[in-house]
């Protein structure tokens, strides 16, 4: 009974470091295309056009959603490192439940 309430809790586990996976990858691929967005804006030749104005005037709006993608990701990754470990302890846990329940049954 406790070995399919791990077996169980494995898979809820597993699910959610899956969902964390494609989460923190989403945030990297925005992050990426913010820091692109930031980088061109900032080597871009500053001259007085209307659209260089415009552009000087959100760069600190990228720059904060940079940030904040950036912390996101670093937060997902944190939470999947921490859901791996406790995905390994149940998995040890399992493997221990297993070996004792082998080792009984052959007496």
Avoid: M
């Avoid at 406790?2 to 809820?12: C, F, N």
């Avoid at 415009?54 to 959603?65: I, R, T």
């Avoid at 490192?81 to 040890?92: D, L, Y």
């Amino acid at each position: 009974l406790k070995a399919a309430k791990l077996e169980e809790t494995l898979d809820e586990l597993n699910e959610e470091f899956f969902e964390l996976t494609v989460q923190a990858l989403r945030s990297q691929e925005e992050g990426e295309l913010l820091e692109q967005v930031l980088r061109t804006q900032e080597e871009s030749t500053v001259t007085a056009s209307i659209d260089h104005v415009y552009e000087a005037q959100c760069f600190p709006e990228l720059l904060d959603s940079w940030a904040t993608k950036r912390d996101e990701a670093l937060l997902l990754e944190i939470q999947r490192s921490c859901i791996a470990q406790r995905i390994e302890e149940a998995e040890a846990e399992l493997f221990y439940l297993l070996q004792n329940k082998i080792a009984a049954s052959s007496l």
